[in-house]
T-cell receptor, first 116, second 113 residues
Framework: AQKVTQAQTEISVVEKEDVTLDCVYETRDTTYYLFWYKQPPSGELVFLIRRNSFDEQNEISGRYSWNFQKSTSSFNFTITASQVVDSAVYFCALINSGGSNYKLTFGKGTLLTVNP | KAGVTQTPRYLIKTRGQQVTLSCSPISGHRSVSWYQQTPGQGLQFLFEYFSETQRNKGNFPGRFSGRQFSNSRSEMNVSTLELGDSALYLC????????????FGPGTRLTVL
């Protein structure tokens, strides 16, 4: 069975602070993909990143960075110099890339509020 | 390139009724997945279709069903609506398998009274 845990239910920061959103996953499969999605108040899930289980290289995209550590089954997301527009619910998700069980398993999400 | 579209965006029904939601994937995408989002349960997988065939199904009762047409458009149907079916229903499309990037539509917010 797959499981994604986002222990932080809500985080509140002041603009320009750095913030890290934690994600821990469980899977018995050796090949899988990890995702982060952003859900602003409008409701639409916005794709942020996909990471293959074989690729542990960290990634940076502007103010966003992701730290994937297979040894601890974690895929954490850091926003540097946060902005008010970053306020949203962020979801971490997992899907197996082998077999035929194409089910995306989501964490419960972390509500990030960035205050001016 | 147009994104995933879902219709209607909002829907109000009463208990016992049935409802049909529609999803049009991104052009060229053949895999369509459906998710239910509620405050209590979060995002839960309903089912996934590819080339008009249901490949995967989540743990939902048989009142929830879906189908996919030859143009990859998909519909989901919920019969005998219950109060607990009130949720945001999200559709996602990807090229061939959901392991590809999945792009989500804006969702249909269903309220059951």
């Amino acid at each position: 069975a797959q499981k994604v845990t986002q222990a932080q239910t809500e985080i509140s920061v002041v603009e320009k602070e750095d913030v890290t959103l934690d994600c821990v996953y469980e899977t018995r499969d050796t090949t899988y993909y990890l995702f982060w999605y952003k859900q602003p108040p409008s409701g639409e899930l916005v794709f942020l990143i996909r990471r293959n289980s074989f690729d542990e290289q960290n990634e940076i995209s502007g103010r966003y960075s992701w730290n994937f550590q297979k040894s601890t089954s974690s895929f954490n997301f850091t926003i540097t110099a946060s902005q008010v527009v970053d306020s949203a619910v962020y979801f971490c998700a997992l899907i197996n890339s082998g077999g035929s069980n194409y089910k995306l398993t989501f964490g419960k999400g972390t509500l990030l509020t960035v205050n001016p | 390139k147009a994104g995933v579209t879902q219709t209607p965006r909002y829907l109000i029904k009463t208990r016992g009724q049935q409802v049909t939601l529609s999803c049009s994937p991104i052009s060229g995408h053949r895999s369509v997945s459906w998710y239910q989002q509620t405050p209590g349960q979060g995002l839960q997988f309903l089912f996934e279709y590819f080339s008009e065939t249901q490949r995967n199904k989540g743990n939902f009762p048989g009142r929830f069903s879906g189908r996919q047409f030859s143009n990859s458009r998909s519909e989901m149907n919920v019969s005998t609506l219950e109060l607990g079916d009130s949720a945001l229903y999200l559709c996602a499309s990807s090229l061939t398998i959901p392991g590809n990037e999945q792009f989500f539509g804006p969702g249909t917010r269903l309220t059951v009274l």
